[in-house]
């Protein structure tokens, strides 16, 4: 654990703080697939990611999903961490993008830590305004962008954090994280790969234009 927590956190978190997060933490290994953190939760703990990459998804009052953005090696959820701060439950639904494995802080360490190390304060702001900014990335491809360059936009997203041109995902997947239907997701990938940017083959999709 030290090891990675050094790798990912190394280059801002002093030596005392890996140390306390040793001692406080535990590790969590996810699969694809799994939820992490689920709507109406109670957040007890705010993740560290180790390894893998995470997706954040937001529910409207229909029961549709959005996703927000992708979490990385290094990264940690706001959103969490919002709810951590104001002790209440989770406002989003993370699920496992790839195999991850992380390292999940107790809730009442985060105040302290912010007032105890600098470098637990600069990663709790970075992190905010990371994410903020992905926020507005996401409601201005919603205003501004249409579906044909959305998709585009989440593969290439996708093997960003995946590390991987080769997508193990399907068209209703797409569809639920686009907050589109499986048809139109269907029709604009074949234009994607009638332009040369994608290959699609049953139940995955490479990526050729990132």
Known sequence: MKQALIDNYGYLFEDDLIDEIIKVGHSNSVDQGD????????????????????????????????????????????????????????????????????????????????????????????????????????????AFSNMHDRIHRYLKDKVMVTKTTELDVTHQEIANDLHSSRVVISRLLKSLEKEGKIKISRNKLEVLDF
């Open 35 to 142: 939820v992490v953190i689920d709507y109406d939760q109670p957040v007890r703990y705010m993740p560290l990611l180790l390894d893998g990459a995470i997706k954040i998804m937001r529910q409207d009052s229909d029961g549709e999903e959005l996703l927000l953005y992708f979490l990385e090696s290094g990264d940690t959820c706001t959103m969490t961490m919002t709810c951590c701060m104001g002790n209440t439950k989770s406002e989003i639904r993370a699920v496992a993008e790839k195999d991850s494995k992380l390292i999940m802080i107790p809730v009442e360490n985060m105040a302290t830590w912010i007032q105890k190390y600098k470098g637990w304060m600069s990663f709790v702001f970075d992190s905010y305004s990371n994410r903020f900014t992905e926020m507005l990335e996401a409601i201005d491809s919603l």
